[in-house]
């Protein structure tokens, strides 16, 4: 979704793509907390995540496996 998002923003913004996503989203979750309080918008943030992985794992775009497996952590 991010990435049609990406291609589809006007080419002089997309170096702060990413940005402007955050702040949307920012600005979303602060009109939920001023309309419904801190308890109602965490529990709705969380089930929201939660609804967003599920739909990931059944679309098959939810990659699971660890990036570092297999691999011996640097002695400092």
Do not use: C, H
């Amino acid at each position: 979704m991010f990435v049609y998002l990406y291609r589809k923003f006007p080419e002089e913004f997309q170096p702060y793509f990413w940005r402007i996503v955050s702040i949307g989203i920012g600005l979303i979750v602060l009109i939920l907390w001023l309309l419904f309080g801190f308890w109602k918008t965490l529990l709705t943030v969380i089930i929201l995540t939660i609804s967003y992985v599920i739909g990931s794992a059944f679309d098959g775009k939810l990659d699971t496996s660890s990036k570092n497996k297999g691999r011996k952590r640097k002695a400092r």
